[in-house]
């Protein structure tokens, strides 16, 4: 095999520098929360995503999503009947409006 030659930086061109990003516990995604989403999505009938599945669409849900936006309120994240199994796409989607909203979106189609 051929040697890679070596990518090629300007040399004016800083270093890239690595990205710091907050952590898990930093964003309020912490322990608990990991370990019970993650539980939550292990559950009967929580492996597709409910967004996905209301457009007569199958994909496999990969996170949790707030049917209300808690916007920081505790008690409100960690409420199970608040969530709902969500694959990224819908999740970032909706993002943190009110979910009648966002079906409607999908239902009517935008
Ligand atoms: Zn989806």
Same mark, same amino acid.
């Given at each position: 095999m051929p040697n890679r030659p070596p990518i090629f930086r300007p040399s004016w061109l800083p270093e *890239?520098? !690595?990205?710091?990003? *907050?952590?898990?516990? $930093?964003? +309020? /995604?912490? +322990? *608990?929360? $990991?370990?019970?989403s993650r539980q939550y999505l292990n559950m009967r009938g929580n492996q597709e995503c #409910? /967004?996905?599945k209301m457009q007569g669409k199958f994909r !496999?849900?990969?996170? #949790?999503d707030h049917i209300i936006p808690h916007r920081g309120n505790e008690a409100l994240r960690m409420d199970v009947t608040n969530w709902a199994a969500s694959c990224l796409r819908c999740n970032s989607r909706k993002g943190d409006r009110p979910v009648e909203q966002f079906v409607k979106e999908l239902t009517h189609g935008t």
């Open positions: *890239p520098k !690595p990205r710091k990003r *907050p952590s898990a516990a $930093q964003r +309020g /995604y912490d +322990g *608990p929360w $990991q370990k019970k #409910v /967004y996905c !496999p849900a990969t996170c #949790v």
